[in-house]
């Protein structure tokens, strides 16, 4: 399975965009680009997902590099309740396959 | 449409008593998952199973673990002889078939004593 690193933690201030990035230099052609953030004491909710073009949904927008080599989850404008831990992840289709979580971004953000 | 329902959501074990996790998944799901996460770590995924199928058990311990999703009722996961090591949260997942995004539940927090 590919894998994919990612910053330990990050900081945002409320209402201010954030960025969070992952690298996936060993992404095959066929890999999907999951993400999936965890709040405290819940299970995983899925957030956005891509194959190589840009995403955008209600919550978030992924940027997808052209060589697909890295990705970046972006949070308009955070809130309070986005603080969780964000985990990106290589998938080989985009609705088979397991998820492997790795250890994500720690994403805090401050009032 | 409820979400994914996981119980017990707390269940405590003595050393070598049995535990038995429930999933049900939403309605028209026909595939599982099942994650460990120990405490302060990421998920560890342990098996990946549709209706009377295991798809990939290669996150599942040798011994003492096993899992099933038959064709009516929840998936368990089943595990023999706990030990003080097993002690943490489960979470499963279900997804439809052609779908994207897996839905978890709120995870059963075992301890083991």
């Known amino acids: 399975d590919a894998k994919t690193t990612q910053p330990n933690s990050m900081e945002s201030n409320e209402e201010e965009p954030v960025h969070l990035p992952c690298n996936h230099s060993?992404?095959?052609?066929?890999?999907?680009i999951h993400w999936y953030r965890q709040l405290p004491s819940q299970g995983p909710e899925y957030v956005i997902h891509?194959?190589?073009s840009n995403v955008n949904n209600r919550m978030a927008s992924l940027a997808i590099a052209e060589d697909r080599k890295s990705s970046t989850l972006i949070l308009h404008r955070a809130t309070l309740r986005d603080a969780a831990v964000y985990y990106c992840?290589?998938?080989?289709?985009?609705?088979?396959?397991?998820?492997?979580f790795g250890q994500g971004t720690t994403l805090q953000v401050k009032p | 449409n409820a979400g994914v329902m996981q119980n017990p959501r707390h269940l405590v074990r003595r050393r070598g008593q049995e535990a038995r996790l429930r999933c049900s998944p939403m309605?028209?799901?026909?595939?599982v998952y099942w994650y460990r996460q120990l405490p302060e770590e990421g998920l560890k995924f342990m098996v990946y199973?549709?209706?009377?199928?295991?798809?990939?058990e290669s996150g599942m311990p040798k011994e003492r673990f096993s899992a099933e999703f038959p064709k009516e009722g929840p998936s368990i996961l089943r595990i023999q002889q706990v030990v003080r090591g097993d002690s943490a949260a489960y979470f499963c997942?279900?997804?439809?078939?052609?779908?994207?995004?897996?839905?978890f539940g709120q995870g059963t927090r075992l301890t083991v004593v």
């Open positions: 992840i290589l998938r080989k289709s985009s609705n088979t396959g397991k998820l492997i």
């Open positions: 060993t992404i095959s052609g066929t890999d999907y």
């Open positions: 891509g194959l190589t």
């Open positions: 309605k028209g799901h026909s595939h």
């Open positions: 199973l549709q209706k009377e199928n295991i798809i990939d």
């Open positions: 997942a279900s997804l439809h078939w052609f779908s994207s995004e897996a839905f």
